[in-house]
T-cell receptor, first 117, second 114 residues
Framework: GAVVSQHPSRVICKSGTSVKIECRSLDFQATTMFWYRQFPKQSLMLMATSNEGSKATYEQGVEKDKFLINHASLTLSTLTVTSAHPEDSSFYIC?????????????FGEGSWLTVV | AQTVTQSQPEMSVQEAETVTLSCTYDTSENNYYLFWYKQPPSRQMILVIRQEAYKQQNATENRFSVNFQKAAKSFSLKISDSQLGDTAMYFCAFMKQGGYALNFGKGTSLLVTP
């Protein structure tokens, strides 16, 4: 089946630094990718929708200058957490919709644990 | 905006028994998709079952089946012959037709006991 790979799976960074998380579709082209955040024992909260070649669409309450999303190719979207703080520590997970897909097929990455110390 | 409600934060079932997880949703859309995802401790999101709103027939995948009541906006998941490996968080999700994102409920933590 289709595979979406996230990297790194775990990252620890210092407060004030930036960290980049990659989301790659390995065997299909993804026109649209979605970034979610999940706090412990909570649900997945949509942060933004990333379309290849255009600016991401952020959900209400998500700071676009803090969570930079780039979707430069049909197989790669990146999430950069800028000037990270401990409250940004969370599980981040991406999903991708194959190019030309009718709409209801979504593939998830394995997720990335971010710890800000 | 669409909302998805899972009213059971935690449930427990004995191995080999049947359990039903509830989900209701609110939408003004007529065409949409509904999903149940399983999230084990590894945090990997695993698609359990999906339902197209235009289909009246309830979806079934082996031991997993849904009871889709469109008028009532209800989408429950039945797990038959529960197995220890079914222990996980289960999320109900809604997607508008047209390439939109999944909108998740708060989840139900299911524990299958020996």
């Amino acid at each position: 089946g289709a595979v979406v790979s996230q990297h790194p799976s775990r990252v620890i960074c210092k407060s004030g630094t930036s960290v980049k998380i990659e989301c790659r579709s390995l065997d299909f082209q993804a026109t649209t990718m979605f970034w979610y955040r999940q706090f412990p024992k909570q649900s997945l909260m949509l942060m933004a929708t990333s379309n290849e070649g255009s600016k991401a669409t952020y959900e209400q309450g998500v700071e676009k200058d803090k969570f930079l999303i780039n979707h430069a190719s049909l197989t790669l979207s990146t999430l950069t957490v800028t000037s990270a703080h401990p409250e940004d520590s969370s599980f981040y997970i991406c999903s991708a919709r194959p190019h030309g897909n009718s709409g209801n097929t979504i593939y998830f990455g394995e997720g990335s644990w971010l710890t800000v110390v | 905006a669409q909302t998805v409600t899972q009213s059971q934060p935690e449930m427990s079932v004995q191995e080999a028994e049947t359990v039903t997880l509830s989900c209701t949703y609110d939408t003004s859309e007529n065409n949409y998709y509904l999903f149940w995802y399983k999230q084990p401790p590894s945090r990997q999101m695993i698609l359990v079952i999906r339902q197209e709103a235009y289909k009246q027939q309830n979806a079934t995948e082996n031991r997993f089946s849904v009871n889709f009541q469109k008028a009532a906006k209800s989408f429950s998941l039945k797990i038959s012959d529960s197995q220890l490996g079914d222990t996980a968080m289960y999320f109900c999700a809604f997607m508008k037709q047209g390439g939109y994102a999944l909108n998740f409920g708060k989840g139900t933590s299911l524990l299958v006991t020996p």
